[in-house]
């Protein structure tokens, strides 16, 4: 790659600032995007802005002068369209003195205030610009992040620019685009050497907007070249254990025959999709996801016993015990029609001597199908011959513990559950290594959840009313947000509310406490009691977010629902809705709320579909709420941002199918990761 040091514009010593910075030749630099733009036309208009306003301007500093009053302080005067403004500084004022000499040019943002008549801004940011190069310059000037090693070596914005600026000169039309026209004009993007030249020294804002497109999609398009080629790489692989085909298999259909209920089409599709792919040569991965109630539990169930039949191990992780507990409990009944079949729960809770037998079992062979938590990925445990691995709740746990549990098996079939849709612009881009099936539909009959917004004044007549419906012989949630009330937080909190309501508000009913801090077995024993109907109320946590069934629970306050995300307050309210009666969901929020909190809560009042608040969520808040993207490679991106460019996503993954040089070209290139940060061009030599 072509050295910086050809465009001759740096010295040694900032060349080594540049290196330490990751900037070490000219492809570097030119990925070295602008953080921000100064807008020259933006001129300030003094007769729409207000005291309060944040401006930015460009003036000429006429004059500066330090003050001695109640407290030292440095006043700058500078002009800008003939307006006299004075810029005020406490701290740094010998460093600003010097800086902002008479007749410097600079661009000046702040918040705008009035004193005795004049106006004012307190400690600007400031950006030099120096007269000469602004002639040369466009309306709009970017500004580059200068870190301390870079300022201790001078190195400024105008020079980061003027070497920005030769580099393009020289650069550019060697730059070689690996798009074809065809894909440019379809897919609406400016080539790579205009787009380059747009994020640095666009003409108006929209150029940077056109080119960040642009660079997105690039990313965009290496990230779903890796996850294409994670899709090849695992077809190419033979699973160690297949299923037999000749062999019949009645398992299944005797579970189904005995069904009180009809499966859903959604249902009966995802299962013959699985039982297509788990008779593939190679090891599958696919991703069910489905709403909360959607029931993705029994499809799996269905999916596991054709190994099961064959005697092969299936392991199904749960992110927690309450949740393990209850498939396994769940599953103790589906297959209590079936011949024998060992099935253990492994926990980590258990006892030391219950524990090794059970490792034991699974080592051997003997347990077939193996229920867990985190337990299942423990050093210590080890499969005879697991073939399947099943996921729940797969957004709970991070890619490498999803590795951990394949790892256990030779070349298994991996079936990912998640309650929390995601846009499917995000499945294709995180997920695109695994076969999407959706549950969109959920079995039919259920009611709707009454869901409604309320304030803490309200409380009163909320607490009369679960009374009202205990009384009917209901259960009722409700849940905080935290477990003990700290000292800066004062969110109502578990513990303390928890007794304020067993002996003032709830006398005479039973009541619960479940929460984080609970050894396993106290949580167990309240969820017990609760699902048999010892407790009427269960006062909790975010415990029970995650896939808890109690039919019989119809009441779900949550407090200080501002402090939830959308997809975890919908699971929550999932947690009701579940069994014949009429279900409500009761919001609390406290006064604090933001008016991006109030907008969240108003979505969980008009819609009850996962996807669509998923969507929202995504919207609001990014994707790091929703899942675990730290692991996940998408935080990996410079200019990429779901959020916005979720239709590019989708052109990506529909792109890299039949681009066979473009994936080998991406694929030779040893570390995908350095390949985003430093951009995809190729200059022709
Ligand atoms: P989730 O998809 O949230 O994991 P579950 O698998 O826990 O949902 O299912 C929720 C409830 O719906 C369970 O009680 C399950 O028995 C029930 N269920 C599953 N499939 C159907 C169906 N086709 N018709 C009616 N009820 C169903
Ligand atoms: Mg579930």
Redesign the pocket.
Known sequence: MESLSNISVFNEEQLKALYKKGIKDVQDLLYYFPRKYVDRSQLLDLKTSRVGDVVTFIGIVSGNEVKYGKKRRLIVTCLTQDVKIELIFFQAIPYYQKLLKPDIHAAFSGKIDMFHGSINILHPEVEILSGDELMHMGKIIPIYRITDGMRNNFLTNRIIRSAVRKTLDLYSSRIVDYLLPHDLIKNNLMTLDAALENIHFPKEMQDVENSRRRLAFDELLIFAVIMYEKKIKRRSLKKSQPLNITKKKEWASIIQQN??????FD?EKAISTLHELAYKPYPFGALLQ???????????LLCALEYLEEGIQVAVMAPTEILAR?HYL?FINYISDLPFLQMDLLTGSEKASEKKAKLDRIKRGDTLFIIGTHALIQEKTEFASLGLVII?EQHRFGVEQRDTLRGKGIMPDLLA?S?TPIPRSLTLTLYGDLESII?SE?????MPIDTRLFNEEDLPNLYRGIKKYVDMGRQAYIVYPLIEESEKITWASVMTDYHYLEQEIFQGYRLGLLHGKLSSEEKDRAMEKFKQGVIQILVTTTVVEV?V?V?NATVMMIRNAEKFGLSQLHQLR?RVG?GQHQSFCIMVKSDRITSEGEERLKSMVESEDGFYLAQKDFEIRGSGELLNTRQSGISEFKIADLRYHSELAVMAHNMVEDKIELRQKIMSMKNWKSLIKKGFILFDN
Do not use: W
């Open positions: 069904l009180p209920f009809k499966l859903t249902q489905g709403d909360v109630g959607s029931g993705k539990t029994l499809v799996a209850q769940n729940d559950m309650a549950l959920k079995p039919p009959g259920r896939g069934d039919p999932g579940r």
